[in-house]
Nanobody, 120 residues
Framework: QVQLVESGGGLVQPGGSLRLSCAAS????????MAWYRQAPGKERELVAS???????DYADSVKGRFTISADNAKNTVYLQMNSLKPEDTAVYYC??????????????WGQGTQVTVSS
């Protein structure tokens, strides 16, 4: 089972920036996909950004142009650069990995989450 550890959350003022990191225990270049999700109080968990096969990226409409997902295969780490943060970006952010075994079975791993609070 792949372990994921997020870091980089915190309190930031509106308009500020944060970079989240997700360190994986496995070799991410072999993963099918990695993604960042978020969950605000009282709301469902939603997809924020994803990277497939290491270079195909997709974003939620609400973060396009402000957030960037990237992967460092040498460090087995995926990042989420968040700029121009808004109060509505406040949530717990989770990292997710989709990967397959040699026998073709597919697996999903989640990190423990990191809190991002955007407030003045």
């Amino acid at each position: 089972q792949v372990q994921l550890v997020e870091s980089g959350g915190g309190l930031v003022q509106p308009g500020g920036s944060l970079r989240l990191s997700c360190a994986a225990s496995g070799t991410i270049r072999f993963f099918n996909a990695m993604a960042w999700y978020r969950q605000a109080p009282g709301k469902e968990r939603e997809l924020v950004a994803s990277v497939i096969d290491g270079d195909v990226t997709d974003y939620a409409d609400s973060v396009k142009g402000r957030f960037t997902i990237s992967a460092d295969n040498a460090k087995n780490t995926v990042y989420l650069q968040m700029n121009s943060l808004k109060p509505e970006d406040t949530a717990v952010y989770y990292c997710k990995a989709d990967y397959s075994s040699g026998s073709g079975l597919t697996f999903v791993s989640w990190g423990q989450g990191t809190q991002v609070t955007v407030s003045s």
